[in-house]
């Protein structure tokens, strides 16, 4: 089993950064693909980045260049930096493990509100 816990979300006015962390147990951690995940009332959970294993990273184009996706294996923990927030990226964020061979897993979700 897999635990994943979000932290670093908040109230920022718009043009603000806020760095986002997931810490995951159970698993190997440097096995596991991770992704940023967000999900705005009344919409659809949307990818916002993803890192594999390896250290490659994808990005959606809404926050691409704004955002960075980056992991480290040491302390079982991925980020997600966000610069130059706006209103619209105000959402619940979710961390999700893709573990090699098993299941996915999310963590509980992170409110991050932009004020314009």
């Known amino acids: 089993q897999v635990q994943l816990v979000e932290s670093g979300g908040g109230l920022v006015q718009a043009g603000g950064s806020l760095r986002l962390s997931c810490a995951a147990s159970?698993?190997?951690?440097?096995?596991?693909?991770m992704g940023w995940y967000r999900q705005a009332p009344g919409k659809l959970r949307e990818l916002v980045a993803r890192i594999t294993r390896s250290g490659f990273t994808v990005y959606a184009d809404s926050v691409n260049g704004r955002f960075t996706i980056s992991r480290d294996n040491a302390k079982n923990t991925v980020y997600l930096q966000m610069n130059s927030l706006k209103p619209e990226d105000t959402a619940v964020y979710y961390c999700?493990?893709?573990?090699?061979?098993?299941?996915?897993?999310w963590g509980q979700g992170t409110q991050v509100t932009v004020s314009s």
């Open positions: 159970g698993s190997r951690f440097s096995d596991n693909h």
């Open positions: 999700k493990a893709e573990v090699t061979g098993a299941a996915n897993y």
